[in-house]
């Protein structure tokens, strides 16, 4: 079925940038909402940010105007643009459709860290 390979993680320093890819099989941007999602250790997972097929985003209110998700429908890739980032959003980071979340699949995702 459908593969979702998140990519572009590292380390970062605080007020740094960083920006993840998500690479989706075939027709992946067609089915809707695509979202970028994290978890931390010893924390649940969280909603980062979700964009519609037609461009519609919606963000973690804790990210507003620093992080970005995006699209490039010719790529099947979303992006998430990550600026000024915090040490507290060290995370894995997954992006996942709403199919996939409601049978809890999930990818590997790409860790990001913000550390000095």
């Known amino acids: 079925q459908v593969q979702l390979v998140e990519s572009g993680g590292g380390l970062v320093m605080p007020g740094g940038s960083l920006r993840l890819s998500c690479a989706a099989s075939?027709?992946?941007?067609?089915?809707?909402?695509m979202g970028w999602y994290r978890q931390a250790p010893g924390k649940q997972r969280e909603l980062v940010a979700t964009m519609t097929t037609g461009g519609i985003t919606n963000y973690r209110d804790s990210e507003k105007g620093r992080f970005t998700i995006s699209r490039d429908n010719a790529k099947n890739t979303v992006y998430l643009q990550m600026n000024s980032l915090k040490p507290e959003n060290t995370a894995v980071y997954y992006c996942?459709?709403?199919?996939?979340?409601?049978?809890?699949?999930w990818g590997q995702g790409t860790q990001v860290t913000g550390s000095t």
């Open positions: 996942n459709t709403p199919l996939r979340i409601a049978r809890n699949y």
């Open positions: 075939d027709g992946i941007f067609n089915s809707g909402t």
